[in-house]
C-alpha cells in the first residue's frame, strides 16, 4: 500500500512503512529500515517554462567534470539523471526533471553495499510523481 504527499507544486505516492521530514525548500524520505535516503527540492519558474537548458545549468558540475547525463522520464516529469560511487563507500543517484514551469532536484544516496536494494521503490516512488499546481504567467 502506498500514501499521497504533497507539496505546493508536486505530489507523489509513498510506501507505508515510509516516512518523511520536511524542512524548507526539501523534503526527505527514508524506509523503516533506513538504508537510504531520498530528497527532493523544487523550483518554480513564475515567468516561463523550465527549459532543457535551465536542467543543464544546474547540472553543469557533472557536465563538467564529464559525467554523461542520461534521458529519463518520470510520471509527468521528463529530464536528467547521473549515478556514481564516491570512493565505493557511498552510492547517489542525481535527477533533475521538469515539468512545465516547475523543476526537481531530487537525490537518492545509500551505502554502497545497499546499492540497488530499494531501487524499485524508488523507481516506483518517482514513477508516480505528478504536477500539482501551473504557475502560468
Not at 518520470?74 to 523543476?103: T, V
Request: charged share 30%; hydrophobic share 35%; net charge negative.
Amino acid at each position: 500500500m502506498s500514501k499521497d504527499f504533497m507539496t505546493e507544486w508536486w505530489k507523489c505516492k509513498i510506501p507505508d512503512e515510509w516516512s518523511y521530514d520536511y524542512q524548507e525548500g526539501c523534503v526527505s524520505f527514508a524506509s523503516d529500515q533506513n538504508i537510504g535516503a531520498l530528497q527532493v527540492s523544487a523550483a518554480c519558474k513564475d515567468d516561463k517554462t523550465v527549459s532543457e537548458i535551465d536542467l543543464r545549468d544546474f547540472a553543469q558540475e557533472h557536465i563538467e567534470t564529464g559525467a554523461k547525463l542520461k534521458d529519463t522520464k518520470y510520471g509527468d516529469f521528463s529530464g536528467y539523471f547521473i549515478s556514481y560511487a564516491i570512493e565505493e563507500n557511498e552510492y547517489w543517484q542525481e535527477f533533475w526533471l521538469k515539468c512545465k514551469n516547475i523543476m526537481l532536484y531530487i537525490t537518492y544516496n545509500c551505502d554502497f553495499s545497499c546499492k540497488g536494494k530499494e531501487n524499485d521503490t524508488i523507481v516506483d516512488i518517482l514513477d508516480s510523481l505528478k504536477i500539482n499546481i501551473i504557475k502560468d504567467s
